[in-house]
DNA sequence: GCCAACGTTGGC
DNA sequence: GCCAACGTTGGC
């Protein structure tokens, strides 16, 4: 089991929408480096941290869990996308998404400002200056501050996806 | 709107 | 392979 972070600006795409929508593909990553967790590295039951980006104020805005792992991201083979990239083909995909189910709103959300603030997250990636990777690695400590400052408890499990009968 | 930092492109 | 130019990201 692993975390993440993944931006969002919430003019496109807000934690809102992920919790109208149940499920979303993560599509129209185009940064190799993020295109490769979203490919090689993210899991099934991953936790994932929704942040809103150029929002005001920026900030952790809910929590999520991986559904889907890598697979083809379809919007790269729709010319009315505008995310469509004619050099990826069907037979040989260049970029992936992931799909993500929301867990629960981080209501308030927690803002960039508050995030600099604690010094156990002074090695988050989000925080390293100029870091613009849309899709990064969240540690094990660090997921655990961040949702102890959502004053959610730590060891909560992302629910399942199918309900238990009976 | 500004601008620093970064990734990509393309000439050589 | 180098690196300047350009476009984008994203905080403020």
Redo the contacts with the bound molecule.
């Keep these: 089991m692993a975390y993440w972070l993944f931006?969002s600006e919430p003019e496109s795409y807000a934690f809102a929408d992920l919790e109208r929508d149940g499920t979303t593909g993560w599509n129209g990553v185009r940064?190799?480096?993020a295109r490769n967790f979203l490919r090689d590295s993210i899991r099934v039951g991953d936790g994932v941290l929704f942040y809103h980006?150029?929002?005001d104020?920026?900030a952790v805005a809910g929590i999520a869990e991986v559904v889907e792992a890598g697979h083809p991201d379809p919007s790269a083979f729709d010319p009315d996308s505008d995310y469509h990239d004619p050099k990826s083909k069907p037979d040989a995909p260049t970029w992936f998404q992931v799909t993500i189910q929301a867990v629960r709103p981080v209501d308030p959300p927690i803002p960039?400002?508050r995030l600099r603030e604690v010094p156990a997250l002074a090695g988050m990636e989000l925080l390293r200056?100029?870091s613009?990777?849309?899709v990064q690695p969240v540690t094990d400590d660090e997921w655990k501050v961040v949702l102890e400052l959502a004053g959610i408890e730590a060891t909560t499990k992302p629910k399942k996806a199918k309900s238990m009968k009976g």
């Design positions: 931006k940064n190799f480096q980006s150029n929002a104020p920026a960039l400002a200056k100029g613009r990777l849309s």
